[in-house]
């Protein structure tokens, strides 16, 4: 027996309709827990990347072991990380949090303190003789001129995260990443396709919306062009 000419599901093809029709609950909740691994993940590891970065940038024999221990965990492979990391969170999603986080920090420090490092002394010296303190020269002169290359660091970070968020398949936390892992089981072609473009457009809307918060939140930048 044929499968019907308009049923594109029974001919498994990798473009159908009726997939999306059918399971759009299921494409839903994935693309939730898709994006709250995300943020979740690039959240926290910004919090720990922040003072990171300032350790390293006040205190110069930091520099190195930061830069090389953060360095070291980025190249560690995803499914080794995981297994490191299985003894203490289990198969739960803390499991895949903590693994983004560890390898978003090595993109996030050096970004941060590339943009430290890049304000010019001479601005900090002029701020010093207006009276500002260590505190408010963090707060007021030096996070804002670092501002570009961190906020560089966390959209590269943030493309990452969407992308190594569907090795949590492998732990049943992945977001989409479940749907291509069972699609890839059971040759699946709408579903591994469907799930895998929709990894694809939240990166590409992720990276766009931190871009258009990098433009808000820099207008002097906008200023200084022609």
């Known amino acids: 027996m044929t499968a ?40 926290i590891a910004v919090v ?10 006040h205190r110069r ?11 070291v965990l980025y190249t560690i492979p995803s499914l080794a990380m995981f ?16 693994g983004l986080v560890l390898y978003s920090l090595t993109l996030l420090v050096r970004n941060i303190l590339a943009g430290l490092r890049a304000v010019p002394e001479e601005t900090r010296q002029a701020a ?8 408010r020269l963090l707060l007021a002169v030096e996070l804002p001129l670092a501002l570009p290359a ?13 992308s190594l968020v569907t090795i949590g398949a ?26 895998s473009v929709l990894c694809v457009v939240i990166a590409v809307l992720a990276d766009l919306l931190l871009l258009g918060v990098q433009w808000l939140i820099t207008p002097w930048r906008r200023r200084q062009r022609p």
């Not at 010093?128 to 260590?134: E, Q, S, V």
């Not at 892992?181 to 059971?186: D, I, L, V, W």
């Open 128 to 135: 010093r003789g207006m009276g500002y303190g260590p505190l």
């Open 83 to 98: 297994s490191l990391l299985l003894p203490v969170y289990g198969l739960s999603a803390s499991l895949v949090v903590a």
């Open 150 to 162: 961190a906020m560089a660091g966390l959209r590269i970070a943030t493309v990452s995260a969407v």
């Open 61 to 71: 024999w930091a520099a190195g072991p930061v830069l090389g221990v953060t360095t």
């Open 170 to 195: 492998i732990v049943g936390h992945g977001g989409l990443g479940n749907l291509i892992y069972a699609g890839m089981n059971t040759f699946f072609k709408a579903q591994v396709l469907t799930a």
């Open 48 to 57: 720990i990347a922040v003072p990171l970065a300032l350790a390293a940038r």
């Open 4 to 43: 019907a000419p308009h049923d594109c599901l029974a001919r498994n093809e990798w473009i159908c309709g009726t997939y999306l029709s059918t399971r759009r609950h299921i494409l839903a909740d994935a693309v939730v827990q898709h994006l709250q691994l995300t943020a979740v993940s690039v959240g």
